[in-house]
């Protein structure tokens, strides 16, 4: 079960274990007990920091859920193997990575294991085998995709249950709207979850008449439900039919625990179309 809003830790290599601890705690606390991963986040680091932040208090690990991704291979020293950057959703490599992030993460079992980017030469019939023995072995409960468009996740659906789908979405990127992304997850019963839901930060490092304008109404809109600016944002995710599940990418815990307080929030109607009006710049057609 995915909690509403989802702590996200691809920026959290420079903290040291004891810190990650610290936000851990604050974020199961405040009822985001969802963290989001990668094998590759930190040049492949920050899974390892994890796990060994939650060797610091171990009954965390009844409390919180994974989901980590794999299927993209950088290349990075630590993975000195890597000739190039690719993707590779072979079943040896899903098992191995796997195998490797349990390991990491020093827990017994995945929540959700995601395939992180769509690859050309993917094979469903075999991914679906790969993740049919993971279930069967304990190693991971569900089954999840990123950045995958509405044929590529159709594609996949046919042979395995796809329960996730990472897109990115925000007032400053709206495409998941218009290119089934949303339509697909509504139809398949699977839940969307928003990696960059605050514009990677533009929203508050940027300023251009369009961005300045889109402030100005969110402000306005934040107003007439207490929220701040980002958590104005949040319940515009979670407002949609969807309830998209935005993922944080914070090192505060002080964000954590402010984001946490809307999970419950939905806009009306005319509020979750002014945004999006000027988020676009112009009315809906």
């Known amino acids: 079960m995915l909690s509403q809003i989802v702590t996200g830790v691809w920026n959290w290599g420079d903290l040291s274990p004891q810190e990650i601890n610290k936000l851990i ?7 985001i007990t969802t963290f989001d991963h990668a094998d590759i986040y930190g040049g492949y680091t920050i899974e390892k920091l994890f796990g060994d932040a939650l060797a610091l208090s171990p009954e965390l690990k009844s409390k919180l859920q994974i989901v980590t991704k794999c299927g993209i291979k950088l290349l990075h020293p630590n993975r000195p193997s890597h000739q190039l950057k690719s993707y590779d959703t072979s079943k040896s490599h899903i098992i191995q990575s796997v195998d490797k992030s349990l390991e990491n993460l020093q827990v017994d079992v995945l929540d959700y294991i995601l395939i992180h980017r769509p690859d ?8 679906a085998e790969t993740i049919e023995e993971l279930k069967t072995a304990g190693k991971v409960k569900a089954f999840g ?7 590529q996740v159709d594609a996949l659906q046919k042979e395995v249950n796809i329960e996730i ?8 990127h709206t495409t998941a709207l218009y290119d089934g992304s949303l339509d697909n997850c509504l139809k398949n ?12 930060g533009r929203i508050f490092t940027e300023s251009s008449p369009e961005i300045d304008s889109l402030k100005n ?8 439900y207490g ?4 958590q104005t944002i949040f319940a515009w995710h979670l407002s949609h039919p969807t309830r998209i599940i935005p993922v944080l990418g914070t090192t505060k815990g002080s964000r954590i625990v402010a984001a946490a307080e809307v999970m419950d929030k939905t806009l009306e109607r005319e509020d979750w179309f002014r945004i999006l ?9």
């Not at 705690?25 to 009822?31: K, N, Y």
């Not at 789908?165 to 400053?172: C, E, F, H, Y």
């Not at 009006?277 to 057609?285: D, I, L, R």
């Open 277 to 285: 009006q000027a988020a676009e710049g112009h009315e809906v057609p």
């Open 165 to 172: 789908n990472q897109v990115q979405i925000s007032p400053l």
């Open 145 to 151: 995709v990123s950045n995958f468009l509405p044929h």
């Open 189 to 200: 019963d699977i839940r969307p979850m928003a990696w960059s839901p605050l514009g990677n």
């Open 227 to 230: 929220l701040a600016l980002d």
């Open 120 to 127: 050309p030469l993917l094979q469903p019939k075999e991914v």
């Open 217 to 224: 109404v969110l402000s306005e809109v934040g107003e007439k």
């Open 25 to 31: 705690h604050q974020s199961i606390d405040a009822g």
